[in-house]
């Protein structure tokens, strides 16, 4: 009886479009995978430098694993902060500009220390509406310690000024994606900071998508931006989209990370990733900063596919990333042209809400420097015929 109401429930998601499951790939993550017994060409990943399966990343994970074994054995502040942990805060710091780095498991986590943890009782949040849940899931628990959250319309600055000078708090949070993950698009972070300093506020921005892609060297979203490693900013990065190995990291002022280690509960309470992935994640860095022939080609891909896609009945949104979002509308139309290009050899996913809005399902076609032409003409070429 007690499980009557998961059936009832499950049974109308699926009514709705709305099920999901697992792939699963028998072949390391690339450009062609061995998926459910079939190969695919796959613009389902976030590989965007096309590294998680690069020979000198996994080399150096073998060779961590074989000289720091297989796990920390321990939270970072009990035992489990190893010495490959500490070298990589270290050069993540000096990559990206700021005085010190944390280090996570996930970007999750990472999302999930910093927000609550600065915002508390007396407080306010300002969010972007279409932030990452992991975003999401931060400021609902800064709203459960007390803080004062308020949502703004999608890079609506206006709507975010008007809230900024109408809060009384002391202690105010600007909290957005650098790039979107469903969208593409980037937050208008230079904007976003002149607030940030007009109302003495904390910029916290999440560059999942731009880290290792954007910028100089693929430093990230305020390297492409040319704004400074400033106090008032933290800054979030993902460790396993474009660096290809898994993880996130949180940059900021010595007080700031200071701060994080003392009171972030996510950090604090969660043990410490295996060390052999911080060695992997230092080859990858190396990797990052030296592929601007990576980065010239995934920008030629995604230049080849929105020229290709132009005219088509569904609608490109204009995105200048990796990440292509085409509007289908209905779920079960996203569904469906999905599948029809499954049936073409063709893996790129059918995004649905919640994750996003209601009637704007769409094809997420996401982009790899490790694509050829013949690739992205094989997906245009597609997408025509079935239009």
Not at 116 to 131: E, H, I, M
Request: net charge neutral; proline share 5%.
């Amino acid at each position: 009886m007690f499980e009557q109401h998961l059936k009832r429930e499950l049974k109308e998601i699926s009514a709705a479009g709305l099920k999901r499951r697992r792939r699963v790939l028998e072949s390391p993550c690339a450009r062609i995978v061995a998926v459910d017994g079939r190969e695919m060409l796959n613009f389902a990943s976030n590989d965007y430098l096309g590294l998680a399966n690069h020979a000198g990343i996994a080399d150096a994970l073998a060779a961590g694993a074989q000289r720091w074994g297989a796990g920390s054995g321990a939270a970072h502040l009990v035992s489990g902060h190893l010495a490959p942990h500490e070298a990589l805060e270290k050069e993540i710091a000096e990559f990206t500009g700021f005085a010190r780095a944390l280090t996570f498991s996930t970007g999750y986590l990472a999302n999930l220390s910093v927000t609550p943890t600065l915002a508390g009782r007396g407080a306010a949040v300002f969010a972007d509406k279409l932030n990452h849940a992991s975003l999401i899931d931060a400021m609902q628990l800064a709203k459960a310690n007390g803080a004062d959250v308020q949502r703004y319309p999608h890079n609506d600055l206006a709507a975010l000024e008007r809230q900024l000078a109408a809060s009384p708090a002391q202690r105010k949070l600007i909290v957005s994606d650098a790039v979107f993950s469903m969208d593409g698009d980037l937050a208008p972070l230079p904007a976003l900071f002149a607030l940030a300093e007009r109302f003495d506020a904390w910029l916290i921005i999440d560059d999942a998508h731009g880290f290792g892609v954007l910028g100089a060297q693929g430093r990230g979203c305020l390297a492409h931006f040319n704004l400074p490693a400033a106090p008032r900013i933290l800054l979030m990065g993902t460790l396993g989209k474009a660096a290809g190995v898994g993880g996130a990291f949180v940059a900021g002022s010595e007080l700031a990370i200071d701060y994080l280690l003392n009171k972030g509960r996510s950090y604090i309470f969660t043990t410490a990733a295996p060390p052999a992935i911080a060695c992997a994640l230092q080859q990858s860095l190396q990797v990052i900063r030296d592929g601007d022939a990576l980065r010239r080609q995934l920008f030629a891909n995604i230049a080849r596919l929105r020229d290709g896609l132009a005219g088509l009945p569904w609608t490109l949104l204009a995105s200048p990333t990796a990440i292509q979002p085409l509007i289908v509308g209905a779920n079960q139309a996203a569904l469906d042209l999905a599948k029809a290009l499954w049936e073409r050899g063709l893996w790129v996913p059918a995004i649905r809400p919640p994750t996003v809005p209601k009637d704007t399902a769409r094809l997420r076609i996401s982009l790899s420097a490790a694509h050829t032409a013949d690739d992205i003409d094989q997906l245009i070429t597609a997408l025509k015929e079935l239009a």
